[in-house]
């Protein structure tokens, strides 16, 4: 496949569209939302808040329409939650669930049912709720709401917006303040967004940088009118296709620029990735701009362990430029990659030794020696990456095929449509657009 060029634009964030969603089936009346990503995680999101009694709906035109319960208004579910491969559906409907009389049993794929729910059962018991988890406190899994539950003042002790969004998302319904306490600062788009549907919540930031969240309770929400930006950790993909394929010139419109997000772009800078933000403005409050990429000869860094939080879904195509990067890229810090929809450091480092690259496995990151600009091997004839059910390796090793002699086959490309579901006929249609 040859060089990348004209102008695409990606799908809304996964992250914006998931909140749009269960904030907007808190509201009494109707919330509207465009631009949301109609991937299957958001999916899943959907059809659980219907389950607890929203109606959410979709017109011809792309255009979602929710009408809402009330804040502790949602209802029994009468079947299990298909959670599906999403974690973020699951973890933070377990928020949502906790300070509500109600038992839900949630469950999910053969991915998901390996991720850790401990983070999340910590303090939604502190909070009041009762659960029976599979063992390692894995789904499948039944909770049981407390109500009233308790507020709790919470220090999170590992970095996740998902953490911080359930512990929130519970607050919503029980009396009095809940505070998380926030050392590392992670992306804050639910804070963002119960401000907008008008919770009382607050955000001090102490002398050294830590966050305290407080959120008073028994919230009422009004309806909004959401518009959700580009996804940059889809953008992303496209971002690294063009840099790492020679003569390519790619802009990407409205990109989601939040710079609790945005840390890839400034790492591939670093790199020497001439990557423009043109037309800076506000979406749905929250920074965008189309990029426009050119390919460029990238050199390997040592990557900052304090960005990890602000780009953490991209280091599956971070290490991809890397290995065609010249000298030595090293990345530390990233023991939370080891738990998303798989083991993000081990399967990218088998993936891409099999794609021909020089890659060394730390405990907490990748070490890895680029060729420099020249092709990739791809994979030998016969041989497969295996993706686990990741989205994010798949669209990784995808591009990192882009810039190989022989191309790079994957075993399994249906993930993609979790989060990202017209991947491939985006990069057919940036790639036609070169020919
Ligand atoms: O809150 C969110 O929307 C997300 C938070 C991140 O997970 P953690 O909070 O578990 O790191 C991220 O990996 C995930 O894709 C989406
Ligand atoms: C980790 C991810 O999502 P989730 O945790 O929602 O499955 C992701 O999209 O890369």
């Known amino acids: 496949m040859g060089a990348l060029s004209g102008k695409i634009r990606v799908p809304g964030d996964k992250s914006i569209s998931h909140r749009s969603i269960m904030l907007g089936a808190l509201a009494v009346g109707e919330t509207k939302v465009t631009g949301l990503l109609e991937g299957e995680d958001v999916l899943s999101t959907a059809a659980a808040m219907r389950a607890m009694g929203a109606t959410i709906t979709r017109s011809d035109s792309g255009e979602w329409s929710i009408h809402g319960v009330g804040v502790g208004g949602l209802l029994q579910p009468q079947q299990a939650l298909?959670?599906?491969?999403?974690?973020t559906s699951t973890r933070l409907l377990m928020g949502l669930v906790a300070s509500h009389a109600i038992t839900a049993t949630f469950v999910g794929d053969a991915s998901?049912?390996?991720?850790?729910?401990?983070r999340v059962i910590d303090p939604l018991?502190?909070?009041?709720?009762?659960?029976?988890?599979?063992?390692?406190?894995r789904l499948p899994l039944t909770m049981r709401g407390a109500f009233p539950a308790v507020p709790i003042s919470y220090r999170l002790p590992v970095a996740s917006a998902q953490v911080k969004s359930a512990v929130l998302l519970a607050g919503l319904n029980t009396p009095g303040i809940t505070t998380?306490?926030?050392?590392?600062?992670?992306?804050?788009?639910?804070?963002?967004?119960?401000?907008?549907?008008?919770?009382?919540?607050?955000?001090?930031?102490?002398?050294d940088g830590t966050r305290v969240i407080r959120l008073r309770g028994e919230a009422e929400f009004r309806p909004q009118t959401i518009v959700v930006p580009g996804d940059p950790s889809s953008a992303a993909f496209f971002v690294v296709a063009a840099l790492i394929?020679?003569?390519?010139?790619?802009?990407?419109?409205?990109?989601?620029l939040n710079p609790t997000r945005a840390a890839l772009f400034g790492v591939?800078?670093?790199?020497?990735?001439?990557?423009?933000?043109?037309?800076?403005?506000?979406?749905?409050?929250?920074?965008?701009?189309?990029?426009?990429?050119?390919?460029s000869a990238l050199k390997g860094i040592a990557v900052d362990p304090a960005v990890v939080p602000s780009m953490v879904d991209e280091f599956p195509v971070l290490f991809v430029a890397a290995a065609l990067a010249e000298g030595r890229t090293v990345t530390t810090g990233l023991e939370e990659l080891r738990v998303k929809e798989s083991?993000?450091?081990?399967?990218?480092?088998?993936?891409?030794?099999?794609?021909?690259?020089?890659?060394?496995?730390?405990?907490?990151?990748l070490i890895i020696d680029g060729t420099g600009g020249d092709p990739l091997a791809g994979t030998p004839e016969?041989?497969?990456?295996?993706?686990?059910?990741?989205?994010?390796?798949?669209?990784?090793?995808?591009?990192?095929?882009?810039?190989?002699?022989?191309?790079?086959a994957i075993d399994d490309t249906r993930p993609i449509a979790t989060s990202f579901p017209v991947f491939e006929s985006l990069l057919e249609t940036a790639s036609t657009a070169a020919a």
């Open 180 to 207: 998380v306490i926030e050392p590392i600062p992670t992306r804050d788009h639910s804070e963002r967004m119960l401000k907008g549907f008008g919770a009382e919540l607050e955000v001090e930031i102490e002398a």
């Open 112 to 118: 998901l049912s390996k991720r850790p729910m401990g």
């Open 125 to 137: 018991s502190l909070m009041g709720a009762e659960f029976t988890p599979s063992p390692g406190g």
């Open 382 to 408: 016969g041989a497969e990456v295996a993706t686990h059910l990741d989205h994010r390796i798949a669209m990784s090793m995808a591009v990192a095929g882009l810039a190989s002699r022989s191309g790079v």
């Open 268 to 295: 591939l800078r670093q790199m020497g990735g001439q990557i423009e933000e043109l037309d800076r403005r506000e979406v749905g409050g929250e920074p965008v701009a189309d990029l426009r990429v050119r390919h």
């Open 343 to 365: 083991d993000r450091i081990t399967v990218m480092r088998v993936a891409l030794e099999l794609a021909g690259a020089r890659v060394t496995e730390t405990e907490d990151g």
């Open 245 to 256: 394929v020679p003569g390519s010139e790619l802009i990407i419109e409205n990109v989601g």
């Open 82 to 87: 298909d959670m599906g491969n999403s974690g």
